[in-house]
Every structure is written in C-alpha cells, then in structure tokens.
Nanobody, 124 residues
Framework: QVQVVESGGGLVQAGGSLRLSCAAS????????MGWFRQAPGKEREFVGA????????YYADSVKGRFTISRDNAKNTVYLQMNSLKPEDTAVYYC?????????????????WGQGTQVTVFS
C-alpha cells in the first residue's frame, strides 16, 4: 500500500525559511512525478510546484517562483520543498502528492496518492 507522509511544517516569521519533506513508501517511485499543493483557510487547494521523480523538469506556481525549490533524494524516496523568504500569504496546509506518470501536473485530479498535509504558518 502506498503511503505519502509530509513533515516539517511549523510556525515561522515572515522572511524566514522552512523545509518540508515528503516521504513515499509502498513501491518504487523511480518514474513517478510529485507535486506540492497548499490550501489556505477559506480557499481552494492550489498548485505550488511539481517535479518528475527522476530527471525531467521542475516547475512552480508564479506565486512561489524564485522562493521555493523542490529537490529529491531518490535513495530515500523523499522529496523536499525548500521555502525561503516566506510571506504571511504562504500560510496554508501543504500537501504532497504522487503521480504514477513521469511528468508532473498542475491539476489535483492527475495525482494518485496524497499525504495528510502539514501546517505552515507565517507571521509578520
């Protein structure tokens, strides 16, 4: 059974940094893409970034481009979301999702497995 677990959320002052981790287990993920999404209070879940698991491209929402970076450790089946220069508007529950195809997607419905989410709160 595939499991996806996020960690690393917390409370941080504006301008600070956090690194989220997403650990996937249950099978190999060499050819799977991974996406990060977030949902702020009272808002719909939105795309943050996506990356192919091995090789391929990485891309980001305009709102986080230049501040957030996705990286991965294939040996650990773990993907990271490094978040720098955080703003209060980045406050949300962040979700990791795995897609059973090589390339990522902006659309939630394209992902097969989801984590439970981790809370990120940025205060000014």
């Amino acid at each position: 059974q595939v499991q996806v677990v996020e960690s690393g959320g917390g409370l941080v002052q504006a301008g600070g940094s956090l690194r989220l981790s997403c650990a996937a287990s249950g099978r190999t993920f060499r050819t799977d893409a991974m996406g990060w999404f977030r949902q702020a209070p009272g808002k719909e879940r939105e795309f943050v970034g996506a990356s192919a698991w091995t090789g391929g491209g990485t891309y980001y929402a305009d709102s986080v481009k230049g501040r957030f970076t996705i990286s991965r450790d294939n040996a650990k089946n773990t993907v990271y979301l490094q978040m720098n220069s955080l703003k209060p508007e980045d406050t949300a529950v962040y979700y990791c999702a795995v897609r059973g195809l090589r390339h990522g997607s902006l659309f939630e419905s394209d992902y097969d497995y989801w984590g439970q989410g981790t809370q990120v709160t940025v205060f000014s």
